[in-house]
């Protein structure tokens, strides 16, 4: 999945000594997969003697995107021509709904962090109450002292007081 992460082996069509990249040649494939996979980028036609024809647009640093062409012609302009410059994000060949894609599922994964995060500082908060209570239990009063102590305000305060 490196091909299709880092971009880079799209300006390495030749290696130092001039002959093709062999790494270059196998992503070209890769990327003529990945185009000819999204239905929505590819043309589909018939020709007058009933063949039915599939063409993408050509990414080649000719054709720019402009011009329809076979599988086996983009590959073809791949490999003499290299691809266009800064063709890194293939949105003709339907990388932008993937990569929409990719966007919401790490806005899910954020989302379900930021939940997470939620619940171990109420988590946190609660524990801290809990100790504090504890503390005030072993320092101040004893149960009997507390429990007297409640019954007192409940008598005395107006019961409007505290139903809110």
Sequence with gaps: ???????????????????????????????????????????????????TVYEIKCPC???????????????????????????????AHGETSIHEVQQMKDKIVRLEEEKETERLEKEKERAEKLAMMEQIEENTVTNVQMKQQIEFLLKNIPKNSYAN
């Excluded at 640093?61 to 994000?89: I, P």
């Design 1 to 51: 999945m490196e091909w299709f992460t880092d971009r880079q082996w799209m300006k390495k069509r030749t290696n130092s000594d001039g002959y093709y990249n062999m790494k270059y040649c196998e992503n070209v494939n890769l990327f003529l997969d990945f185009a000819y996979s999204n239905e929505i980028t590819v043309d589909r036609r018939v020709t007058k003697r009933g063949r």
């Design 61 to 91: 640093f000719k054709c720019q995107n402009v011009f329809y062409s076979s599988r086996e012609n983009v590959h073809k302009h791949l490999l003499k021509n290299g691809f266009m410059d800064n063709y890194t994000t293939w949105h």
